[in-house]
């Protein structure tokens, strides 16, 4: 069996794929003309890449009554999936890849605090302790600085330095 470790790496991997997806919609966004065009053929090419694997895979034809028996709440993974592409799609080009990524992540911190604390969605108990508090107040302080970073001019490059020496001399 996978070490918690093993699952980890897979997880920040996955999560590693997060910025890409964000620029890629944002451009296909700028090219089609409207973020929300942006979001249908995202999701489009989902279900395309997708359905194959199903198919190799072999899955059986779910039975759509068992889910209608589940709880409302099992039906908001599409409509979060379209606010998350959505809002990187406007946001990311705005904020940056990191500032939009960090706030992101704190926002998920968040709100999975809640759903652990309070063993929401099929999640078991795990209280919202002192160290996972203070684990949330270090992502908003990542967010607080690398949104400050942003705002700081850069520097020019050695490059754009010795450019306009020249410039100055001739």
């Keep these: 069996m996978p070490s918690s470790f093993s699952f ?3 997880a920040l991997l996955a999560g590693g794929v997060v910025p890409f997806q964000a620029g890629a919609n944002a451009m296909l966004g700028r090219l089609l003309g409207h973020p929300l065009w942006a979001t249908l053929v995202s999701l ?10 199903m198919i190799a895979f072999r899955l059986p034809v779910p039975s ?3 889910a209608l028996k ?14 998350y592409i959505t809002a990187a799609l406007l946001l990311a080009p705005r904020l940056g890849a990191a500032s939009f990524i960090v706030a992101v992540i704190a926002g998920q911190m968040a709100a999975s605090l809640l759903i652990d604390h309070f063993a929401l969605m099929g999640f078991a108990h795990r209280p919202a302790t002192t160290a996972r508090l203070a684990g949330l107040a270090l992502i908003i302080g990542g967010l607080v600085v ?3 970073a942003s705002t700081i001019a850069p520097k020019p490059a050695q490059s754009d330095f010795n450019q306009s020496q020249k410039g100055d001399s001739e």
């Design 146 to 148: 690398t949104q400050w």
């Design 64 to 66: 759509v009554g068992m």
């Design 44 to 53: 489009g090419v989902s279900a395309v890449l997708i359905v194959p694997v």
């Design 70 to 83: 589940g709880p409302w709440w099992v039906w908001i993974g599409g409509a979060a999936g379209v606010v």
């Design 8 to 10: 980890l790496v897979a």
